[in-house]
């Protein structure tokens, strides 16, 4: 029987955000459920963010210096292959549900006047959509209507209003609906992309989950450390990056991104007891991950931003049901989203693509050691489309935008950060966790820019650089040359 295959998305959700996890306070029973039922990463990360850039690497396999989508808006090559692209090769038909945040690459279309070219939330080629989360999200809009409420507000005050709604009308029971209504229809093994727009803010959860979790209960985020380098004091200043001063707020904003983690969590679980009730949870491979984190108050910040731990680190599950065996079981290598895309390719018996910068995580879904594994998670983060609006003319700071990006090697015991104006950090994070302890200790920094070194020198395109030209053809390299190969 072929496989079905149900990939999905929560935006913005912290990797710490499940109790399984040992989480204190937010609750996520069906998440938990399915990390019984499978094989949770426990140390799993987004190679970029925000939305656009995170997403490109969760669907291409590569690192963002690879793939280059820098911001929402930078257009994807047309010349990478993607999760849906190697989907269609595999013979499915993928089918998505929500957005996928990709421009598309503007030398693919003769026409200037092409609306996909005057948006961020275009669709990743491959995929037929089947229910469109897009820009105003017209469909839940519509559906809204007719039930009786008020629609007559933007896609931002849609979401921030939630609260006012039962959670039977909300954005993710929406797309829950749609996905279950559209499996109910298939009679044979089938791709389904989930991309759910929770917990991304507005910070309000739909109807009771609103009021889920009392304020004062959840906690304290990381303090700003007492000296911060001059990017976090600029990310400190901007208004869609600092946090709410007052703490009443910053609570209120902590129960409400709780809340929606909890409700897209129920959401979750109803579509584990569709698949069980038909007959599928036994033939359905189920992926579930984020495109980026949220700081929710850390180091004064909010939204994901920089290179801080919590902006990137992400849920990360896997439930294939031939490996029963595993099921269960807790990784705690570093895994990264670029992982995503070979996975589904060994899932699938597909060829992982020569672009790829990922590696397959079946061999931890089957139980068996990796020969070789990395010793460290890599993200980086481009901020040269937050600073454009606040630097509108020609000054310095817009000639120089291709130093405005940092990236981050985060190892076992430290956290190497390089700027790309030359300027460094690196934080001793064996001795504090909280990412707010320095060393400038000369050996350990040395070693750590050396690492990152070389890992950009070891993951630096290389399509073509299996092949070589020689008597008798161009052919690839003889296969004992490379362990890729």
Same mark, same amino acid.
């Given at each position: ?9 929560? &935006? ?22 399915? =990390? ?19 997403? =490109? ?19 994807? &090559?047309? $010349? ?74 933007? !896609? ?26 559209? !499996? ?10 989930? $991309? ?8 309000? =959860? ?237 050996? !350990? ?5 050396? =690492? ?34």
């Amino acid at each position: 029987m072929k496989l079905n295959v149900l990939l999905i998305t929560l &935006d913005q959700f912290r990797g710490d955000c499940l109790s399984i996890a040992g989480h204190p306070v937010v609750k996520t029973p069906n998440l938990d459920r399915l =990390a019984q039922q499978g094989v949770r990463f426990a140390r799993h990360y987004s190679q970029a963010s925000p939305c656009g850039p995170g997403r =490109a690497s969760l669907y291409t396999g590569m690192y963002q210096m690879n793939h280059r989508v820098v911001a929402n808006g930078t257009p994807l &090559d047309a $010349s990478f292959d993607n999760v849906a692209l190697m989907a269609r090769r595999a013979g499915y038909a993928p089918a998505l549900f929500g957005y996928t945040d990709q421009s598309i690459d503007p030398r693919v279309t003769a026409s200037p006047d092409d609306p996909r070219l005057s948006t961020y939330e275009g669709v990743l080629p491959g995929f037929d959509c089947e229910l469109d989360l897009t820009q105003q999200f017209t469909p839940w809009r519509e559906w809204l209507q007719a039930q009786g409420f008020n629609t007559d507000m933007g !896609i931002g005050r849609l979401l921030f209003t939630e609260n006012e709604r039962p959670v039977e009308a909300s954005v993710s029971t929406f797309l829950t609906n749609e996905l279950l209504s559209w !499996i109910e229809k298939q009679d044979q093994g089938w791709f389904a992309h989930a $991309s759910f727009i929770r917990p991304h803010p507005p910070y309000s =959860a739909a109807g009771e989950y609103s009021t889920m979790y009392d304020p004062k209960t959840v906690g304290d985020p990381i303090a700003v450390a007492e000296n911060v380098h001059p990017f976090h004091e600029i990310m400190l200043s901007l208004d869609g990056t600092k946090a709410p001063t007052d703490p009443d707020e910053l609570a209120q904003m902590r129960a409400q991104y709780f809340g929606m983690v909890s409700e897209v969590d129920a959401q979750l679980g109803r579509i584990w007891d569709a698949l069980e009730t038909s007959s599928q949870w036994e033939n359905t491979v189920v992926l579930v991950t984020a495109d980026h984190a949220e700081l929710l108050g850390d180091h004064g910040l909010k939204e994901k931003v920089g290179y801080w731990e919590t902006s990137q680190h992400i849920v990360s599950i896997i439930r294939d049901p031939r490996h029963t065996d595993t099921h269960g079981n807790v990784v705690e290598h570093f895994t990264e989203n670029i992982d995503i895309m070979p996975t589904l390719c060994d899932v699938l018996g597909q060829q992982v693509p020569a672009q790829c910068d990922g590696l397959p995580l079946t061999p931890f879904i089957e139980g068996i050691e990796p020969p070789m594994w990395r010793d460290a998670a890599h993200w980086e983060y481009d901020w040269r489309s937050s600073l454009i609006p606040v630097y509108p003319h020609d000054t310095p700071w817009k000639r120089h935008l291709d130093t405005m990006n940092l990236a981050v090697r985060r190892s076992e015991s430290y956290a190497y950060v390089q700027f790309g104006d030359g300027d460094w950090l690196c934080f001793d994070i064996a001795a504090d966790p909280t990412w707010r302890t320095e060393t400038k200790d000369s050996e !350990i920094v040395m070693r750590q820019a050396q =690492a990152m070194l070389q890992w950009r020198m070891r993951n630096t395109n290389r399509e073509l650089t299996g092949f070589l030209a020689q008597d008798g053809g161009t052919g690839r390299w003889p296969t004992n040359m490379s362990w890729r190969s």
